[in-house]
């Protein structure tokens, strides 16, 4: 080696030791980054937990397995010159064998010299790196196992507690494999390392005979096979997960040919390890080969044809009977891992003697939602988004106490959206440091419409206009569901605030929700994370200015939970003194419980709504509450994160009479019950009274009924309250045979109630009501010359309302002119008993279904004017009425109004019709 290739050699090792360090500095300062981020939401300690858990647990396992590779390839190394390539030095009849002009291979060479050393360095640390870097990403598995908490409910097989399958077993998988995976790593390096000292007499001698290297790869081996033989115990609790039999879950031939199956393999496997040890003082090799050979065949027989054998001899056959108990198990444990086994079951009885003026029923009348959110949104969007980087990301539906009454209400936050700033706007300036907040929310209330079809808001406009006696203080929102990227605030720049009129108002940030900008080194540290050097460059940036990070709200708060699952629905609220705040729902999810249904692609079979969450969308600040304390997985999160989860009793009042059952947790349950609302193991079995989540009509294409909320008066309840609602009907029959609630005021929160109808009693499915709208004539008729007139017709939700013992159904039917984009809340179409009607308003829909009982009917700003003629009515004045037609439709017709132009065509054909029976006579 020459003078150049050492320098060579040296440039690349400090090239190699830059890149190290560079790698290092960056990794440990996002990591400072990170804990500044921690610290500034008071979470410090979630933080330290993570990290010293993973420093630990990587530690532990680096050094272990770092120790047991090197060691192990040291010990080969030192004895690879007492086998002499195990070439045989007598012959068979007892003469001396003497080899003459013995060259050393390359590779033995290589082996012999000390710079193998540092290869075997590099391989134990390569190794280490890799098993240690598995446990570390597991860290919590290993808290959840020395934090566990039962449950207090034990599986029918084992007789253990719940826990031991969430906690006890997840970390003995973990453990074994990460065991497996050294053992398997280890014993291939050992073997390369002894195959690289052979030649062709080692290959073509005697592997009967055994050598300290076969020793050696035996006592690996017999390892193996004895921790396969506790991966075995494992796997013989896995057969509660089965997916394979009649039912999820251990089945007759799970336990009695599968789990026998495990025993004896497992048995197998610590035989051929003690064989294999034996043979390290017996050098019988030729067992070690006859034990594998039994294993393999057992596994196959065992494992494969005896199963397979066993279900379709013995169960097939009397498959009620065999199976009949593990049925029973997966209906009371699937029932218990998603709470249906804690539902209230009535029957509801049907009458139709409907009273609707009775005062019991007012509430849940004046709180029929007839908006939909995805045509509430557009028209949001239209009328009170203001300027084109607003945006209403989404439309929540919640119940408020406003004016004194209890009202059931739309709202959206008005956030902003960088992305929809202008080009040539989407400087460094105004995308950091200037518009750097949405600003307030709309609310309208689900039953109202104003003119045009539009909704009746109680807060609109910037700045927030009220009509009610609910107020905004704190319009402004820093976090939300579009604040996708970061921002600074209190700099010497001003931050725009809203807009009024032709002018900008602007403001500075008064909250403490950001790291805190207070020296050079830490805008150096900010702007090396963030890769922006503008902030290095900026005069307008001083030690009283602060980073706004991670402000997206789904982002921020699994950043501080991240082993919990989130509900796609964050929704708004505003407490009392005005304040925004965000609400979310999280859920503890396992695959391991035993017997139940998976819900998921992820075999998750278990799910609570454990945890809520709230998020101020001015300060950022978030709180999280534990709403399911019987849940033994949020218990133990709740031990390793001491001090994060608060008892629900603490969120504060005003915020807590917010607080919703989510939809995504009542959809899994909803589906679930469709199959295990049968507990009779016969019924379940035969799949004789299948349920089914109905189809409905949304705009022009069927889709499943989704959950929805609503204010009713339960019965045999003294008030109406807010739930969370679906319906039911047959696999095979399109009538409704019931419903399920989620009640969720107050002390009720959580407390599941399904309303079975009679049997004898048949009672309208939504499909059924869908399918009577569309070929009502009178119905039709009008969607036909509306769609002659170029509008387009969009369908609402259809509201199954239980009200009394009766079942009311209300669809919206909104219209969209072409050339328009705001949909037009113009009909609503009411369903009773076998009645069916459509009118501009749901109270004209009531009045038409039960008479002039419906009190308080209010007049709409919008319905066309009508003359009754009188009787004695003269030629002149029915022209004058049918000129007034006329032009109110032409002026309907310029508007886009298409409702409207109908209705006036239709007034118009009265007053001709009068016109010529007063010619006739």
């Known amino acids: 080696m020459n003078q150049s290739d050492n320098k060579s050699i040296s440039s690349t090792t400090k090239l190699v030791i830059l890149i190290l360090v560079f790698a290092a500095l960056s990794y440990l300062s996002s990591l400072y980054f990170d804990f500044l981020w921690f610290k500034s939401v008071d979470y410090q300690q979630v933080f330290t937990t993570i990290l010293f858990n993973k420093i630990i647990i990587y530690a532990s396992v680096f050094i272990i397995v770092f120790l047991l590779f090197f060691f192990n390839l040291k010990l080969a190394k030192n004895h690879l010159s007492n086998d002499e390539d195990d070439r045989g030095y007598e012959t068979d009849e007892g003469g001396d064998i003497i080899y003459l002009n013995v060259d050393k291979t390359p590779w033995k060479q290589f082996l012999d010299s000390p710079a193998v050393i540092w290869i075997f360095l590099a391989v134990s640390i390569?190794?280490?790196?890799?098993?240690?870097?598995?446990?570390?990403?597991?860290?919590?598995?290993?808290?959840?196992?020395?934090?566990?908490?039962?449950?207090?409910?034990?599986?029918?097989?084992?007789?253990?507690?719940?826990?031991?399958?969430?906690?006890?077993?997840?970390?003995?998988?973990?453990?074994?494999?990460?065991?497996?995976?050294?053992?398997?790593?280890?014993?291939?390096?050992?073997?390369?390392?002894?195959?690289?000292?052979?030649?062709?007499?080692?290959?073509?001698?005697?592997?009967?005979?055994?050598?300290?290297?076969?020793?050696?790869?035996?006592?690996?081996?017999?390892?193996?096979?004895?921790?396969?033989?506790?991966?075995?115990?494992?796997?013989?609790?896995?057969?509660?997960?089965?997916?394979?039999?009649?039912?999820?879950?251990?089945?007759?031939?799970?336990?009695?040919?599968?789990?026998?199956?495990?025993?004896?393999?497992?048995?197998?496997?610590?035989?051929?390890?003690?064989?294999?040890?034996?043979?390290?003082?017996?050098?019988?090799?030729?067992?070690?080969?006859?034990?594998?050979?039994?294993?393999?065949?057992?596994?196959?027989?065992?494992?494969?044809?005896?199963?397979?054998?066993?279900?379709?001899?013995?169960?097939?056959?009397?498959?009620?009977?065999?199976?009949?108990?593990?049925?029973?198990?997966?209906?009371?444990?699937?029932?218990?891992?998603?709470?249906?086994?804690?539902?209230?079951?009535?029957?509801?009885?049907?009458?139709?003697?409907?009273?609707?003026?009775?005062?019991?029923?007012?509430?849940?009348?004046?709180?029929?939602?007839?908006?939909?959110?995805?045509?509430?949104?557009?028209?949001?969007?239209?009328?009170?988004?203001?300027?084109?980087?607003?945006?209403?990301?989404?439309?929540?539906?919640?119940?408020?106490?406003?004016?004194?009454?209890?009202?059931?209400?739309?709202?959206?936050?008005?956030?902003?959206?960088?992305?929809?700033?202008?080009?040539?706007?989407?400087t460094w300036i105004n995308q950091r440091l200037m518009y750097t907040h949405g600003y307030g929310i709309v609310m309208s209330p689900v039953t109202e419409i104003a003119e045009e079809g539009f909704p009746q808001f109680f807060v609109q406009d910037i700045p927030p206009q009220f009509t009610t006696d609910?107020?905004?203080?704190?319009?402004?929102?820093?976090?939300?569901?579009?604040?996708?990227?970061?921002?600074?605030?209190?700099?010497?720049?001003?931050?725009?605030?809203?807009?009024?009129?032709?002018?900008?108002?602007?403001?500075?940030?008064?909250?403490?929700?950001?790291?805190a900008i207070d020296n050079y080194p830490r805008r150096v540290l900010f702007s090396w994370v963030l890769r922006d050097y503008k902030m290095l460059l900026s005069s307008v940036i001083n030690n009283n200015s602060q980073l706004l990070v991670n402000r997206n709200i789904e982002q921020r708060v699994q950043k501080i939970a991240p082993y919990l699952a989130f509900d796609h629905d964050p929704y708004m609220v505003v407490d009392k003194k005005g304040n925004l705040f965000w609400m979310l729902d999280a859920y503890t999810v396992s695959s391991k419980y035993p017997y139940s249904q998976p819900f998921d692609n992820y075999n998750n079979n278990y799910i609570r709504n454990s945890v809520k969450v709230t998020c101020n969308a001015y300060t950022g600040d978030m709180k999280f509450y534990v709403a399911d304390d019987s849940d033994p997985i949020i218990k133990t999160y709740a031990k390793i994160f001491p001090g994060i989860y608060k008892p629900l009793s603490e969120m504060p009042k005003d915020l807590y009479a917010h607080v919703r059952y989510p939809e995504d947790i009542f959809s899994v349950q909803a589906e679930m019950y469709q199959t295990f609302h049968m507990t009779d193991p016969w019924v379940f079995y035969n799949k004789e009274d299948l349920w089914v989540i109905p189809n409905e009509i949304v705009d022009?294409?069927?889709?499943?009924?989704?959950?929805?909320?609503?204010?009713?008066?339960?019965?045999?309840?003294?008030?109406?309250?807010?739930?969370?609602?679906?319906?039911?009907?047959?696999?095979?029959?399109?009538?409704?045979?019931?419903?399920?609630?989620?009640?969720?005021?107050?002390?009720?929160?959580?407390?599941?109630?399904?309303?079975?109808?009679?049997?004898?009693?048949?009672?309208?499915?939504?499909?059924?009501?869908?399918?009577?709208?569309?070929?009502?004539?009178?119905?039709?008729?009008?969607?036909?010359?509306?769609?002659?007139?170029?509008?387009?017709?969009?369908?609402?939700?259809?509201?199954?309302?239980?009200?009394?013992?009766?079942?009311?159904?209300?669809?919206?039917?909104?219209?969209?002119?072409?050339?328009?984009?705001?949909?037009?809340?113009?009909?609503?179409?009411?369903?009773?008993?076998?009645?069916?009607?459509?009118?501009?308003?749901?109270?004209?829909?009531?009045?038409?279904?039960?008479?002039e009982g419906r009190p308080d009917v209010p007049e709409t700003s919008d319905k066309p004017v009508t003359v009754e003629p009188a009787a004695d009515i003269t030629l002149q004045e029915l022209a004058e009425q049918a000129r007034l037609y006329y032009d109110q439709a032409e002026q309907r017709l310029k508007d886009g109004d298409w409702a409207g132009y109908g209705e006036s065509l239709q007034e118009l054909n009265k007053v001709l019709s009068q016109l010529e029976e007063t010619v006739i006579q």
């Open 126 to 426: 390569m190794a280490a790196l890799l098993i240690s870097s598995m446990a570390a990403d597991n860290w919590l598995v290993f808290q959840q196992y020395f934090n566990r908490v039962a449950m207090g409910t034990t599986d029918p097989i084992f007789n253990r507690d719940i826990s031991f399958y969430f906690f006890d077993l997840t970390f003995y998988h973990l453990v074994y494999g990460i065991l497996m995976s050294t053992l398997v790593l280890l014993t291939i390096a050992i073997t390369v390392v002894y195959l690289l000292n052979v030649n062709s007499a080692v290959l073509l001698g005697n592997w009967l005979e055994f050598s300290f290297a076969k020793g050696h790869l035996a006592v690996l081996i017999a390892t193996i096979f004895g921790l396969k033989a506790w991966g075995y115990r494992l796997n013989a609790f896995d057969i509660l997960f089965s997916p394979t039999g009649i039912v999820y879950g251990a089945t007759y031939s799970d336990i009695h040919a599968r789990l026998l199956a495990f025993k004896v393999l497992l048995a197998v496997s610590l035989v051929i390890a003690a064989i294999i040890l034996a043979n390290i003082f017996i050098k019988r090799l030729n067992w070690i080969l006859y034990g594998i050979g039994a294993w393999v065949a057992i596994a196959i027989v065992l494992g494969g044809i005896y199963p397979t054998l066993v279900q379709k001899l013995v169960v097939q056959p009397n498959e009620f009977n065999r199976e009949e108990t593990y049925i029973e198990n997966a209906i009371a444990y699937t029932r218990q891992a998603y709470s249906l086994d804690q539902a209230t079951n009535k029957e509801f009885k049907i009458d139709y003697n409907l009273d609707i003026k009775a005062p019991e029923h007012q509430d849940t009348l004046n709180n029929i939602r007839l908006w939909d959110w995805q045509p509430l949104q557009t028209t949001y969007r239209n009328l009170q988004q203001l300027r084109p980087y607003y945006v209403f990301n989404d439309v929540d539906i919640d119940r408020y106490t406003i004016d004194g009454r209890y009202r059931q209400v739309m709202l959206s936050a008005r956030e902003i959206d960088q992305e929809e700033l202008p080009e040539k706007a989407k």
């Open 700 to 851: 022009d294409k069927p889709q499943k009924v989704d959950p929805y909320y609503i204010v009713m008066r339960l019965p045999d309840e003294n008030k109406a309250e807010y739930v969370l609602m679906i319906p039911f009907t047959p696999k095979s029959r399109p009538n409704m045979v019931a419903w399920m609630c989620m009640r969720m005021d107050n002390e009720q929160y959580g407390n599941m109630m399904v309303y079975d109808f009679p049997k004898q009693a048949t009672i309208y499915g939504p499909e059924q009501i869908e399918a009577r709208i569309t070929q009502n004539t009178e119905i039709a008729q009008q969607i036909t010359l509306w769609d002659q007139r170029g509008a387009r017709i969009y369908r609402g939700n259809l509201l199954v309302i239980p009200m009394g013992n009766s079942i009311l159904y209300v669809e919206p039917l909104y219209l969209q002119a072409d050339n328009g984009k705001i949909p037009e809340l113009k009909r609503v179409i009411a369903g009773f008993d076998k009645k069916i009607v459509m009118e501009s308003t749901l109270d004209q829909a009531l009045i038409k279904l039960f008479g």
């Open 470 to 515: 609910l107020k905004v203080t704190r319009p402004e929102i820093y976090f939300g569901e579009k604040t996708n990227t970061y921002v600074m605030v209190n700099t010497n720049q001003q931050e725009f605030d809203y807009p009024l009129g032709n002018e900008n108002i602007y403001s500075t940030y008064k909250g403490k929700g950001g790291i």
